[in-house]
Nanobody, 128 residues
Framework: QVQLVESGGGLVQAGGSLRLSCAAS????????MGWFRQAPGKEREFVAA????????SYADSVKGRFTISRDNAKNTVYLQMNSLQPEDTAVFYC?????????????????????WGQGTQVTVSS
């Protein structure tokens, strides 16, 4: 069993920055990929970024490339999402997720169904 708790969301003006954190407990954090997804009102949950178990491989949605950075600290069982140059269209609930079925996977998972544990989400609101 894995428990994921996100934090760091909030209200920010366009052009601003936020850093989200996701603390994991339970199974060996350093052996599986982690991802961030988001869901805006009335829209489907979508992939944002993912990072491999070692941190050596990352993947980003085209909409956030160059603005968001995913990282992880395996000693702290935490994954981060640094979000810069935020825009109103980034407003959403952000979720972290764990892909524990893909232990030591080289290619990170980028689809919802590949992740089997989810956090409760943290709201990010970007005002114009």
């Amino acid at each position: 069993q894995v428990q994921l708790v996100e934090s760091g969301g909030g209200l920010v003006q366009a052009g601003g920055s936020l850093r989200l954190s996701c603390a994991a407990s339970g199974r060996t954090f350093s052996s599986y990929s982690m991802g961030w997804f988001r869901q805006a009102p009335g829209k489907e949950r979508e992939f944002v970024a993912a990072i491999s178990w070692s941190g050596g491989s990352t993947s980003y949605a085209d909409s956030v490339k160059g603005r968001f950075t995913i990282s992880r600290d395996n000693a702290k069982n935490t994954v981060y999402l640094q979000m810069n140059s935020l825009q109103p269209e980034d407003t959403a609930v952000f979720y972290c997720a764990a892909d524990t079925r893909g232990m030591f996977r080289v290619v990170v998972a980028t689809t919802l169904t590949e992740y089997n544990y989810w956090g409760q989400g943290t709201q990010v609101t970007v005002s114009s």
